[in-house]
């Protein structure tokens, strides 16, 4: 086996092959690592005696994208167009709700900001900014469907209104209306309380990518590490742990010229497939080149690489 066999490239000359424990099955995978400049970099792994070609995974994961997903119009909330139509139109909106999606079902955080402006009659953030929590929590308290924690969620959208106005004077669609770099945008993004990396990364992807925002140097826009993709990466052989800084620098060597491309077909997978505790896998559009480590042997397969 040598460093082409990992389909992701050449200009390769050193190679060394590890063992780590695989569960369940209480084998060992083997890891074939490339040097790379300075870096050892895990490109090829071998379950048994099967090859997983990362390169192909992530080519299938690339072909959902294109094939499947930007087929699909950009649709935050399905079942409520008035809600879609207003995270698309207002920058106020978009940042509320990106602070907002955490800890239940997306489509419902998505049309949070709609119910809220619905029920306080705008989505002004120099008046949010100026509102006690208690108040907008009793906001929050009327909502058809609450975040999780919503005395919390109320804290951060007074917090957001906030830095709106200080660092944007009010207008939010600065943060991204200026071209910026994709690592720009993201560090604008996590600035604001209750957003983090993980979500400023999301962000920052729907932005340059679904709704067309100019933003130079996508390559810097990183994988969105979520609990969808520390499940699927390591489950189809992209990382060898759920490790979030392991799974963002795998990404950054699959697809150098846009990591951030990965995330959303591994997530829709994810949502749709990958299932934490059955996978469907016959069904999975991955299915035929995905390892599927650790999950169930019924399912489990490999992939060799010249299939
Ligand atoms: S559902 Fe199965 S085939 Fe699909 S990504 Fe998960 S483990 Fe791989």
Redesign the pocket.
Known sequence: MTCADDGLGTGVSTAVVILTPSTPEKTYNRILLCKRGNCWVPVVSMKGNSIINRGKVRDKLLEYSEQVLSKKPLTFCPSNEDADRLVKEDPVAFVFAVILTQGAQAERMWAIPYHLKKIMGHLDANIIATMKTEDLSAVFEQLPQRPRYWNEAATMVIKAAQHINDRYGGHPERIWNDNPKGADLQSRLDSFYGIGPKKASMAAVILAKDMNIPVRNWNEIDIAVDLMIQR?FP??GLSNSSSPSEIIESARQLNPSFPGALDQPCWD??RQ??HPKV???SS?Y??QV?P?IG?CAS?ASSTHAGD
Request: hydrophobic content about 25%.
């Open positions: 699927g489950r189809a997978i994810g497939w990958c996978p469907e896998c999975c991955i299915g995905c599927k999950c399912t």
